[in-house]
């Protein structure tokens, strides 16, 4: 039987309406407005996509935001002088610096100088090594947005098998530390396979939850997935243009072949990706709140 899409769209649409009720109390309660700078370094593509996406839903929901562009020879001083600045500036409760940097910027530098209460994309050392003793104040946007979907989609993590393909610092190691903890929505036993992994199948076919990160187009075949498990399709791969110029996105699941034999599985586009907007802005205005001592 074909499995039950997971819509992040849709997910992500019911949060995105929790959130708007939440800013507008905010607003109209203690004057407080949720405020996001989100800092692009240069002309990636799909980085410009992402900001573009980001800074949207942020005036959707009624935030203040902010896009800084900059230019992609910007130096590092310059970079961390702008960071200096937005963690002063008490309109500002998130600060995000849109990754990739160009290679003579130093990526964890930049990451180190942005205050951990702004940190909304919860890549600060400090945030990371809170979600590592289950005291996160910010979980890393794309991370929660996978627990999120498990969540309000009905699975049940606590006693699962889960398999996570990648070990990147963005999804891989986040996401399995969120996981294994033992709280609501977690409290699985989590595996990481990555490039060094001998024998991947083995490790995916025995998952009751499959997380793919792997940053390689159609990377888990139907083979590699055992029958009735839920896969979480994290992958953005631009596999080409439409006539129209519009990017063709593809996961890192065999989408096709993978559905005819998981019960539930998320789409690319529509799947993950939503999400991780969503949580961006639900961890904004958590800062927002914890900075007016709301919380
Ligand atoms: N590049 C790819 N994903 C992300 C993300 O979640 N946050 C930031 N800042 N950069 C990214």
Known sequence: MAAKIISGTEVAGQIREELRKE????????????????ILVGENPASISYVTGKQKTAKELGFYSLQDNQADNITEESLLGLIDKYNKDPKIHGILVQLPLPKHINETKVLYAIDPKKDVDGFHPVNLGKLMIGEADYLPCTPAGVQQLLIRSGVETSGAEVVVVGRSNIVGKPVTNILLQKQKGANATVTICHTGTKDMASHTRRADILIVAAGKPKAITADMVKEGAVVIDVG????GKSESGKAILCGDVDFEAVKEKASA???????????????????????????????
Do not use: Q
């Open 236 to 239: 953005v791969n631009r596999i």
């Open 265 to 295: 599985i998320t789409p690319v586009p529509g799947g993950v990706g939503p999400m991780t907007i969503t949580m961006l802005m639900m961890n904004t205005v958590k800062s927002a709140k914890v900075h007016a001592g709301l919380v």
């Open 23 to 38: 800013v507008t109390e905010l607003k109209e309660k203690h004057n407080v407005v949720p405020g996001l700078v989100t």
